[in-house]
């Protein structure tokens, strides 16, 4: 499986980005099999896990410090997933990944996924 998130860019706080997550190397009854985790890094730090969604779609997932500004969603027959992001903060700077598992549940653990996109770089700043 492999996954190229896009949709990054410069925005100024206040404002909104979509990132998508596309898979491709898996046909869509396969994809289905697949949670989705969202991670981020910001510079200096760690990867960290901040949303996903099970392989039904049900139920996203996600940290406070997004919870409410964030809104994960998925697309099975386009074998996407989408990360809608509003009222983003200067705090929300950093390289957005996506990640995928074959398991029903998602998690916000790393080591949970086995398959990783290469990231898109979300900059907030005035």
């Known amino acids: 499986v492999q996954l190229q998130a896009s949709g990054g860019g410069l925005v100024r706080p206040g404002g909104s980005l979509r990132l998508s997550c596309a898979a491709s190397?898996?046909?869509?009854?396969?994809?289905?099999?697949?949670?989705i985790g969202w991670f981020r890094q910001a510079p200096g730090k760690e990867r960290e896990g901040f949303g996903c969604?099970?392989?039904?779609?049900?139920?996203?997932y996600y940290v406070d410090s997004v919870k409410g500004r964030f809104t994960i969603s998925r697309d099975n027959a386009k074998k996407s997933v989408y990360l809608q992001m509003n009222n983003l903060k200067p705090e929300d700077t950093a390289i957005y990944y996506c990640?995928?598992?074959?398991?029903?549940?998602?998690?916000?653990?790393?080591?949970?996924?086995?398959?990783w996109g290469q990231g898109t770089l979300v900059t907030v700043s005035s």
């Open positions: 990640a995928a598992q074959r398991y029903s549940s998602c998690s916000l653990r790393r080591d949970w996924y086995e398959y």
């Open positions: 190397g898996v046909t869509l009854e396969h994809y289905e099999y697949y949670a």
């Open positions: 969604i099970t392989n039904s779609g049900g139920a996203p």
